[in-house]
């Protein structure tokens, strides 16, 4: 089973207008976090935000939220305010505490969104 | 802002040839990853590293590869013999400690190219 889940491949969105990329993740372990990365056609990737387990409270850092839905196991970024340099692919990805038994330093990955911001 | 730096962006080399693909981790990281991204899939983890030693390794890291802090600033990884599939976006990545609550923080990856 897909431990990260994007079931979007690719979204087009209108300047301005808010953008909500869906991650849903599997995992049994208690303790985990939840990692946004952006990768823009040049092929970085950037951090952009992230939630931790145990947070009561869903993490935001400028323009990006994070809408965590525990029960749900859902982790959805929300982009405000698109621009287009918002253009680009956007992962997922999971860190899996000391409890889970393996893959615990590594990130595991989601396929990918490619989001295209159109003016 | 610190950031973690690769070097070369892109790399082509001959298969069966030996690589080394060099990083700079930021400064006051004390962990330090690498991935590898196939053109058009996901990143996969391939290893960590702490302490001198590595940390975890995932399957796709076999003897082929190796991985060295070779000074106080460098963080390499080496494959041997190397095959056409090794042809990838490597990525080097490093935290300030482990845990699943640690931002891991990504350089901007060296294109590796097999012929």
């Known amino acids: 089973a897909q431990k990260i889940t994007q079931t979007q491949p690719g979204m087009f969105v209108q300047e301005k207008e808010a953008v909500t990329l869906d991650c849903t993740y599997d995992?049994?372990?208690?303790?985990?976090?939840l990692f946004w990365y952006k990768q823009p056609s040049s092929g970085e990737m950037i951090f952009l935000i992230y939630?931790?387990?145990?947070?009561?409270q869903n993490a935001t850092e400028g323009r990006y939220s994070l809408n965590f839905q525990k029960a749900r196991k859902s982790a959805n970024l929300v982009i405000s305010a698109s621009q287009l340099g918002d253009s680009a692919m956007y992962f997922c990805?999971?860190?899996?505490?000391?409890?889970?038994?393996?893959?615990?330093?590594?990130?595991?990955f989601g396929k990918g969104t490619h989001l295209i911001i159109q003016p | 802002e610190p950031e973690v730096t690769q070097t070369p962006s892109h790399q082509v080399t001959q298969m069966g040839q030996e690589v080394i693909l060099r990083c700079v981790p930021i400064?006051?990281?004390?962990?330090f990853y690498w991935y590898r991204q196939i053109l058009g899939q996901k990143v996969e983890f391939l290893v960590s590293?702490?302490?001198?030693?590595?940390?975890?390794k995932s399957e796709i890291f076999d003897d082929q590869f190796s991985v060295e802090r070779p000074d106080g600033s460098n963080f390499t990884l080496k494959i041997r013999s190397t095959k056409l599939e090794d042809s990838a976006m490597y990525f080097c990545a490093s935290s300030k400690r482990q845990g699943a609550f640690q931002p891991q923080h990504f350089g901007d990856g060296t294109r590796l190219s097999i012929l």
């Open positions: 590293f702490y302490n001198n030693e590595i940390s975890e």
């Open positions: 995992t049994s372990d208690p303790s985990y976090g």
């Open positions: 400064s006051n990281h004390l962990y």
């Open positions: 990805a999971m860190r899996e505490g000391v409890w889970s038994g393996g893959g615990a330093d590594g990130l595991t």
């Open positions: 939630q931790g387990s145990y947070d009561q």
